[in-house]
């Protein structure tokens, strides 16, 4: 039953963690889709560029919610090994998330208003599976010791009702100890 209750525990933690990396997603997928809509309506950039200019502005959005929201209680040591790995990844989710759209527009020639919020937003599913991979692997890197102490607690609070149980009082375990020793002794 220990087994069973540490996985629900990591499968509970799994969640709030896929929750908030949604919540900072979906605000950041908004700016996007509302930058790329703003700057390709009101400028004269052609859709793509429009697009990058769009999820440039959303990345920075996004680390903003990352960092004070979805992973603040992760490892804060490094920044500046945090933001460059946080950009390299953002930078590959770019490439993922606009080539979809270059394809899109440029390869099959679907440059609508629709077609283009079609495959932006189809390009930005594809590279936020990406993200959420890369960015908890290796930039909001979880601090090991606090691992560490959530297992034990887990384990300390699973395993104190057998314990109280079985163990009796200070004395029962040392006429125990000393009868398992006579035994083998």
Known sequence: MTGFTALRGKLALMYREIAKFGA????????????????????GLQT?????LATLVSIAFNYVGFRYFTYRDRDKAGRTKELGLFLLFSCIGLVIENGVLFVATYGFDWDSQLQSNVFKFLGIGIATLFRFWSYRTWVFRAIP??????QAESFLAADDGADADAAGSAEDRRRRRTADADRRG
């Open 24 to 43: 900072v997603g979906g605000a950041g997928v908004l700016v996007n889709i509302g930058v790329f809509n703003l700057v390709r309506h009101n400028t």
């Open 48 to 52: 793509v560029r429009a697009s990058v």
């Open 145 to 150: 010791a606090r691992d560490a102490v959530e």
